[in-house]
């Protein structure tokens, strides 16, 4: 039976792998303290944002230098602390990433999107530290058996679990189709967790595709292989499914499409 608080301080690589498994130790320990799948999808796109932006921005992918991360997991509380080796950056004057002349900077939406997320998001003064609080306050919406189904911004997530079988390709189909039957015309199939494309995968979308033509819609899959965009799109898919490797950049994009007027 864990303990109702735990409180860890580790530096880790300056890498993916390294982070990836560092995400899923805090996300492990939110679960054990009863935190739902609602509370995880907040907490993964927040954490994901956060130490890419402590690789990429602060630390420069440079694999001599570390990253610093303290998190605190009550019942009731995520408190989570990244910090990175740069030079920091001027937090005070950050842009709203919707207007026109922020449209073009990929850190300031990134931060904005964790503001989203999060309860209460801080940095240091210098800059190369910021501090995320998740506190539990929402539910979850719905889902098939093994899937969920979140909204954020008019746009609907379908969370797909790592462990679901090949054989559920075909329920994701038909969950897709019955958003789009709904009036759902922004939507995310996260398959972040998944090693690879499965080819039962391959032709759910494939039969969604002309689908997604017909009622306007805009569908973003999530997939860490970078392969998987031109994979998909050599078995005929529309230029109107695309393919992310990070969750907060599917939605950046279906929102970006939004605020810019464009059809979904």
């Known amino acids: 039976?864990?303990?109702?608080?735990?409180?860890?301080?580790?530096?880790?690589?300056?890498?993916?792998?390294?982070?990836?498994?560092?995400v899923r130790e805090i996300l492990d320990h939110a679960s054990e303290r009863g935190y739902d799948e609602n509370a995880?999808?907040?907490?993964?796109?927040?954490?994901?944002?956060?130490?890419?932006?402590a690789y990429d921005h602060g630390n420069r992918r440079r694999s001599d230098?570390?990253?610093?991360?303290?998190y605190e997991i009550t019942p009731h509380r995520v408190k989570v602390v990244v910090g990175d080796e740069g030079d920091g950056f001027d937090h005070h004057g950050l842009d709203d990433p919707r207007e026109d002349a922020a449209l073009d900077r990929t850190h300031g939406r990134g931060i904005f999107l964790i503001?989203?997320?999060?309860?209460?998001?801080?940095?240091?003064?210098?800059?190369?530290?910021?501090?995320l609080v998740y506190r539990r306050e929402r539910g979850e919406l719905t889902g098939w058996p093994g899937l969920k189904i979140w909204e954020s911004a008019g746009i609907n997530i379908l969370d797909v679990p790592a462990e679901l079988p090949a054989c559920y390709s075909y329920v994701i189909g038909v969950c897709l189709g019955d958003l789009l039957d709904t009036g759902h015309r922004r939507l995310v199939l996260d398959l972040s967790r998944h090693s690879q494309l499965e080819p039962e995968t391959i032709a759910a979308l494939v039969g969604l595709s002309t689908r997604v033509v017909k009622d306007g819609a805009r569908l973003v899959v999530v997939h860490a292989d970078p392969r998987a965009g031109s994979l998909l799109h050599r078995?005929?898919?529309?230029?109107?499914?695309?393919?992310?490797?990070?969750?907060?950049?599917?939605?950046?994009?279906?929102?970006?499409?939004?605020?810019?007027?464009?059809?979904?």
Do not use: W, Y
Not at 43 to 52: C, F, K, Q, T, V
């Open 40 to 53: 995880h999808f907040a907490l993964r796109l927040a954490l994901d944002e956060a130490l890419a932006n």
């Open 115 to 131: 503001q989203q997320f999060m309860s209460e998001v801080r940095f240091n003064e210098k800059g190369n530290e910021i501090t």
């Open 65 to 70: 230098r570390r990253i610093r991360v303290t």
């Open 1 to 22: 039976m864990p303990t109702s608080r735990v409180l860890k301080h580790q530096e880790i690589p300056n890498d993916f792998d390294a982070i990836h498994v560092l």
């Open 235 to 264: 078995h005929g898919l529309s230029p109107r499914v695309d393919c992310r490797s990070r969750l907060a950049e599917a939605l950046e994009l279906l929102a970006e499409a939004g605020e810019k007027g464009e059809r979904p």
